[in-house]
């Protein structure tokens, strides 16, 4: 859902790093301790695998999708996934809805029903009408019993939040087990922690995350927490006249105006980075004033080039040396 690429701010080249590709988007891994990167990788395949398994939509063996198939009875799951949807609910309720997990069948009915890779970039327009999505608040979660229960008939995506949850999880078990910084990047949803680098942890801000390092034209340097970046500019795809995009209005189950083409936040945890930046594309043009009233910083680029930027985020010129701390 994000577009941000990452790199150390010694230099692309000064600590040890990872790169490929996983959960159908890009992966960056670096860490300030020589010597650590082959534990770091070998954890963060770990927290990517378990939480592919755990809350893939696109995945009919994930434990996701053995809760949709419940049809509404209460099922015991794992504490990922007991955690991920936690997670999706809480962003819900903060944004005020605008990041809602009951996304999954307006996504189907616009023909984003399998890994973005293998959606058609054209075909014909559906002929199912857009309308409300269930709402978060019926997902039930029962922290004492560990259970979940998802009504019959709602489709679950968790796209939005789980991938941020799943950078924050490896951040802070790499950062523990090598003693030392780590940053991870999984397709724009970046989360740092342990001891940074010198300059902090520099973050080059794209529309796609495929972009090659040195023709990033905006840098921002962050030494905690986290960073995000939303687009309506990829993961698109054509029905008939109109061209589609992955993010969703929850009030009308179909997609969100392009205002924004590409939202980017910072926040305590990738997850508040990820929902701010999500939520911005939803919100359209009052974004700006819900993001400074969440506490967080943000750079909004709108569909005419325009640029806003709230809560301190520095202005492009000045960004590579001052990033948002």
């Given amino acids: 859902m994000t577009r941000t690429i990452g790199h150390s701010g010694q ?22 301790e020589q010597g650590a990167i082959d534990e770091a990788g070998r954890l963060l395949r770990h927290e990517i695998d378990a939480i592919d398994r755990a809350c893939s939509r696109f995945r009919p063996d994930s434990e996701l999708w053995a809760l949709m198939r419940a049809e509404g009875r209460p099922v015991s799951v794992s504490s990922l996934l007991f955690e991920a949807v936690a997670v999706a609910r809480d962003v819900a309720e903060r944004t005020g809805g605008a990041v809602d997990p009951t996304v999954g069948r307006a996504l189907e009915a616009l023909g984003y029903e399998r890994d973005f890779a293998a959606v058609a970039p054209t075909g014909n327009p559906g002929d199912v009408a857009p309308r409300r999505v269930p709402g978060w608040w019926r997902i039930e979660c029962d922290p004492r019993r560990q259970t979940v229960r998802v009504p019959a008939g709602v489709l679950v995506d968790l796209g939005a939040s789980a991938k941020a949850l799943a950078a924050d999880r490896a951040a802070r078990r790499i950062a523990g087990s090598i003693g ?10 970046v989360a740092v922690a342990g001891t940074a680098p010198d300059g902090g942890w520099a973050v080059g801000i794209a529309v796609d995350s495929s972009t090659p390092l040195d023709a990033v034209g905006h840098v921002v340097a962050i030494t905690s927490g986290g960073l995000a970046s939303s687009s309506t500019a990829v993961r698109s795809w054509r029905r008939g006249a109109r061209w589609l995009h992955h993010i969703i209005d929850p009030r009308t189950g179909d997609v969100a105006p392009a205002h924004w083409t590409l939202v980017s936040a910072t926040g305590q945890t990738c997850v508040d980075a ?14 700006p004033r819900r993001i400074a009233s969440m506490g967080q910083a943000a750079r909004l680029v709108r569909f005419d080039g325009a640029v806003t930027r709230v809560g301190g985020w520095p202005d492009d010129a000045l960004s590579a040396r001052h990033g948002p701390r």
Wanted: net charge neutral; aromatic share 4%; glycine share 18%.
């Fill in 274 to 287: 990820n929902a701010a930046s999500t939520a911005a594309i939803v919100w359209g043009s009052v974004a």
């Fill in 11 to 32: 230099g692309v080249d000064a600590l040890p790093r990872r790169s490929g590709r996983a959960l159908g988007t890009t992966v960056d891994l670096v860490v300030t």
């Fill in 180 to 189: 030392g910084g780590a940053f991870v990047n999984l397709g724009g949803d």
